[in-house]
């Protein structure tokens, strides 16, 4: 079974709480092979790390997400670097920009309850520290943004940036960008999101993106597939919001083979390659069922 890798998820989050042994069992069926999970805010940040501990494929990373930038607490920059010194092999990310809650959010999204949006100037100094940490210490990034693509080019064009590359996680940006963000050293992560009708913009983008920076995600449980593409159903969040199950990374890994006309295992040797050359190698085994 050809391994597969998702760069980008939320395995901590609370949503997949209740599900966690049937997700460990689907993972395992469809031949994952490391996960990249991604820490927001200090208050998920132990939950990451218990899954990595726990779990030898799956591959921790810690930052403050811009949607959480606003309520950092004094010091929250120490307590990062001392998580990232404890852990030599984890990543910094999830961390970014986005115009989009202050443009373009309702006031009211539960999504963002209780949460002071900070401005993008503020955005960009925590943004700005998280990156220049990642660089100092050679460790991969994930970024987020959403609605900031300009303004991310702006800032990737005057501080330093890990020489290894960083992740643009669904990449959401102009096609025409592709390749100076590439040459910034970005890698490109494809959403099974974009697989909608009203993402077109998105699989044109990513019919230019270099094979050798090509990663594919999931953002689990955030970015649920449309239907006809969701293999792997889960029940939807107490709130009624749906849930999107990790393992539908394998029905990523099929759109983007379809979406960009190669034979999909080469597309999985290609991925593999990357994933290594940007987040390292992986632990040698796949997920085991719950003892």
């Known amino acids: 079974m050809p391994p597969l890798y998702d760069a980008h998820n939320h395995l901590q989050d609370d949503w997949l709480a209740p599900h966690r042994a049937r997700i460990e069992a689907d993972l395992r069926a469809i031949g994952l092979r490391s996960a990249v999970a991604n820490g927001t805010s200090e208050a998920d940040w132990p939950a990451v790390a218990g899954l990595a501990a726990r779990l030898p494929w799956v591959l921790p990373s810690y930052g403050l997400h811009p949607w959480d930038a606003g309520?950092?607490?004094?010091?929250?920059?120490?307590?990062?670097?001392?998580?990232?010194?404890a852990e030599p092999d984890a990543a910094v990310g999830e961390i970014g920009l986005d115009r989009w809650i202050?443009?373009?959010?309702?006031?009211?999204?539960?999504r963002l309850a209780g949460l002071r949006r900070a401005p993008l100037e503020e955005q960009g100094e925590v943004f700005i520290k998280q990156l220049s940490l990642?660089?100092?210490?050679?460790?991969?990034?994930t970024i987020h943004c959403l609605q900031a693509f300009g303004a991310l080019e702006g800032l990737l064009r005057?501080?330093?940036t890990p020489a290894r590359g960083f992740l643009l996680h669904a990449y959401g940006g102009p096609r025409e960008m592709v390749a100076r963000f590439a040459?910034?050293?970005?890698y490109f992560s494809f959403n099974g999101a974009f697989l909608g009708e009203r993402h077109a913009a998105r699989r044109e983008a990513f019919r230019?993106?270099?094979?050798?920076?090509l990663l594919v995600e999931t953002d689990a449980p955030a970015m649920p597939l449309p239907a006809p593409h969701a293999r792997f159903p889960l029940p939807p969040a107490p709130d009624g919001s749906p849930v999107n199950h990790p393992a539908n990374l394998a029905a990523a890994y099929a759109g983007l083979a379809e979406l960009r006309g190669v034979d999909p295992d080469n597309l999985t040797a290609q991925v593999e390659q990357n994933?290594?050359?940007?987040?390292?190698?992986?632990?040698?085994?796949?997920p085991e069922s719950p003892d």
Do not use: I, M, T, Y
């Open 158 to 160: 005057h501080v330093n």
């Open 208 to 213: 230019a993106v270099p094979a050798d920076r």
């Open 71 to 85: 309520n950092r607490a004094e010091g929250w920059f120490d307590r990062l670097k001392a998580r990232l010194a």
């Open 183 to 186: 040459e910034q050293g970005a």
């Open 275 to 286: 994933f290594h050359r940007l987040f390292g190698k992986p632990a040698a085994r796949a």
């Open 102 to 110: 202050l443009d373009s959010a309702k006031p009211d999204d539960p």
């Open 134 to 141: 990642a660089a100092a210490e050679s460790r991969p990034a």
